[in-house]
């Protein structure tokens, strides 16, 4: 009888025969760098690879032309999910090509990694082995359409690891709405007849005004951050149309519902002040705060250890943005890991300057501790149901609060 040790140590085997392969995902993402929902050369090279390795492929999954479900059944057990990212970013260098300076390529490349190494383990894993291919994280978010379509259901553990400046595995992200504000006034020349007007614009710099001092009473981690994207045409003229975008944040959905609020009662108060007509609604998805278990935090910490990975971020630090992971995790118990890049050169996730590290040796060197970690930590849910069971348990006690 094989221990879970042992198991874990043909895995780690296995990960180092396979090292080639899992690398040169990694490089093919990043060398074909497709936006949000145009990620169809990225789909087709990860579908074909999982398939050559026994994979069961859904192509379109929830109805997203660039999301994939990839399966490899090892009979009764848990379905162990993970979850690949692989759009990219637009607009790096004179060209403004766009570019994977977020490391979705690596995240493409520790997933599919981590669930074909498992695969060949077949004899020793018990449970379900997906790949989930989720779009557009940076833009709409593919993850909340699958949530909506109801995609995790049948899944008990999420997996996924990201680049970023530190080791963590208590990263924060923050829930957030995409508002769109619409206001439509009455255009009179702005000279001869002014009193004849109604303007859109005065409506959106009041919405800004009451914003800005909104900002002094709400909770330091919230963020309220916006731009007009229309302005009006001619100084002449009185604006019959303004339109401003908002990005509205905070560290949990119930305040976060609150101070969206808020916001659209600034929007209100200046259709009050000016007669402009408001509409608005949201140009993205919401995404929800992700959401920790300490449990699957020390398994994953027990396994990133035991490749060499030490020295965390510790009691929730580091940079807060907000991903459609969040989303999941309100769903299904999911563990959402960041690795750090031992690099000299001061540079950030979405900086040009990261794109000359997302797909390095050292890039490499973490990709491989990455598909390791994540082994580990499948083994241990597939093969020992008390940690599955206590997983679930506090997922259960959160989720109830
Ligand atoms: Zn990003
Ligand atoms: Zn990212």
Not at 30 to 50: A, I, Q, R, Y
Not at 61 to 79: K, Q
Not at 80 to 92: M, N, T, V
């Amino acid at each position: 009888m094989n221990t879970i040790e042992s198991i874990k140590k043909k895995g780690y085997e296995v990960e180092t025969q396979l090292k080639t392969e899992i690398e040169n995902i990694s490089d093919y993402i990043f060398k074909n760098p497709e936006l949000g929902f145009e990620e169809f050369k990225s789909v087709e090279f990860l579908t074909k690879t999982l398939k050559q390795h026994g994979f069961e492929i859904i192509e379109n999954y929830c109805n997203l032309s660039t999301g994939f479900r990839a399966e490899f059944s090892c009979g009764e057990g848990p379905n162990i999910a993970f979850l690949a990212e692989y759009d990219a970013l637009p607009g790096y260098g004179p060209d403004k090509v766009p570019g994977h300076a977020c490391g979705h390529n690596w995240i493409a490349a520790g997933t599919c990694g981590a669930a074909i190494v498992l695969s060949k383990l077949k004899e020793d894993f018990k449970g379900k082995i997906i790949v989930i291919g989720t779009p557009a994280e940076e833009t709409i978010g593919g993850k909340v359409n699958m949530v909506e379509a109801n995609a995790f259901d049948d899944i008990d553990i999420v997996l996924q690891m990201h680049l970023e400046s530190n080791n963590n595995l208590e990263c924060k992200t923050l829930a957030i709405d995409c508002i769109k504000f619409q206001f439509t006034g009455k255009a009179a020349h702005a000279s001869s007849h002014p009193e004849e007007g109604i303007n859109a614009l005065d409506a959106v710099q009041l919405m800004f005004a009451g914003i800005n001092a909104l900002r002094q009473h709400i909770t330091s981690d919230a963020r309220i951050h916006g731009i007009i994207t229309y302005g009006g045409d001619a100084p002449n003229t009185v604006p019959d149309f303004t339109e401003a975008k908002f990005h509205i944040r905070a560290a949990n959905r119930n305040y976060l519902n609150l101070l969206t609020e808020k916001v659209t009662n600034c929007a209100k108060g200046a259709v009050l002040m000016t007669g402009a007509d408001l509409h608005f609604e949201k140009f993205e998805n919401s995404f929800d705060n992700l959401l920790n278990l300490s449990s699957l935090q020390n398994l994953m910490r027990k396994n990133l250890e035991s490749v060499g990975v030490t020295k965390f971020l510790e009691g929730g630090k580091g940079a807060t943005g907000s991903s459609d992971i969040g989303n999941v995790s309100q769903v299904c118990p999911t563990m959402y890991t960041e690795l750090a890049l031992n690099i000299d050169e001061m540079c950030f996730v979405h900086d040009e300057a990261y794109l000359k590290y997302v797909n390095s040796e050292e890039a490499y060197d973490k990709l491989h501790k990455s598909v390791k970690a994540m082994v580990g930590t499948a083994l241990d849910i597939s093969l020992d149901n008390m940690i599955l069971k206590s997983i679930k348990e506090e997922f259960d006690i959160l989720k109830r609060k």
